[in-house]
């Protein structure tokens, strides 16, 4: 982290004077490309509200982590998280029903099993608003050494699969016919999701999560021409929103999540209008 810092220090900004600065962009420089690659995939799968009901399946391991006292609940939400995406590859690989009525099964039913044991025995629920709202300016350089291991390897991943991920979420019958293990690749995908999604709860906020695992692609599928722009694309508007958004909310005083959150709104609206012109 001196290192970092030493960086930071380059650069006469006003708001990396301060350490908690210079932390929350470094997550920001970690958690952009996680988002922006993943996101394409849950854009072209069509699994956009999985990635929110895994959220839900987070808070609820959170919730259930800390009942069982455990000193970082947020170890027991990547298992729960874990646990809860093989559960749902499982039942959706040997069910007729829709994808979409799955995770809407799946995800009601960690939002009440979360509610429920957050509240057990009178229990508050203040104490998990941090968990819903988020604050990346309280991550530590442990959390920030996870989401850098994280980022390792889903860019390893990346590099072995994403052809095979693609094909299987355009044409998983075309994918199976040439060998590739359909099943084995989604259910790769998911518990990637699954730990991203959990270890960024704290920092972006289950409550808009789910828009910047999902606005990033959708915006560069409005301009990019081909799958290596739209997965560039994507990254780099994940990065330019995250930047953005953090400096946004520094000199307004608001949620960095929320601001990133919009900065990609903008985007994509402005990629659309893009595409509207150029058709």
């Known amino acids: 982290m001196s290192l970092w810092y030493f960086i930071c220090e ?3 900004l006003e708001m990396l004077r301060w350490d908690f600065m210079k932390n929350a962009l470094l997550a920001i420089l970690l958690m952009a490309p996680l988002f922006g690659l993943l996101s394409t995939m849950i854009v072209t799968g ?12 987070a808070f609820t391991g959170i919730a259930i982590g800390a009942i069982c006292g ?9 298992i729960f ?3 809860f995406a093989l ?8 069910s007729d029903q829709a994808a979409d009525t799955l995770i809407g099964v799946f995800s009601s039913t960690a939002v009440a099993l979360g509610i429920f044991a957050a509240t057990m025995g009178g229990g508050s629920f203040t104490k998990y608003n941090k968990y819903l709202i988020g604050d990346i300016l309280s991550i530590t350089p442990g959390e920030i050494g996870l989401l850098a291991l994280t980022l390792l390897a889903v860019i390893v991943f ?10 299987t979420a355009i044409h998983p019958q075309l994918a199976a016919s040439r060998g590739i293990p359909v099943k084995t690749s989604q259910t790769l995908f998911t518990v990637a999701i699954a730990v991203v999604v959990t270890l960024s709860i704290s920092s972006v906020g289950l409550l808009i999560l789910n828009s910047l695992l999902v606005l990033p692609a959708a915006s560069a599928r409005n301009v990019a021409r081909n799958l290596k722009q739209y997965h560039l694309l994507s990254v780099l508007f994940a990065l330019a929103a995250g930047i953005a958004g953090l400096t946004l909310s520094y000199y307004l005083g608001a949620s960095a ?18 595409r509207k012109i150029r058709g």
Do not use: E, K, Q
């Not at 699994?47 to 399946?57: Q, W």
């Not at 990346?158 to 094909?167: E, F, I, K, P, S």
């Not at 959150?261 to 994509?268: D, Q, T, V």
């Open 158 to 167: 990346w590099v072995l699969c994403a052809n095979r991920l693609t094909l």
């Open 70 to 78: 455990i000193a970082a609940p947020i170890w027991a939400a990547v």
């Open 10 to 12: 380059l650069f006469p």
């Open 81 to 83: 998280s874990v646990v």
């Open 87 to 94: 559960l749902f590859s499982y039942v959706r690989g040997r």
């Open 257 to 274: 999540g929320a601001a990133i959150s919009l900065i990609l709104a903008i985007l994509f609206t402005a990629t659309f209008s893009m």
């Open 46 to 57: 069509r699994m956009s509200f999985f990635s929110d009901a895994l959220g839900h399946s």
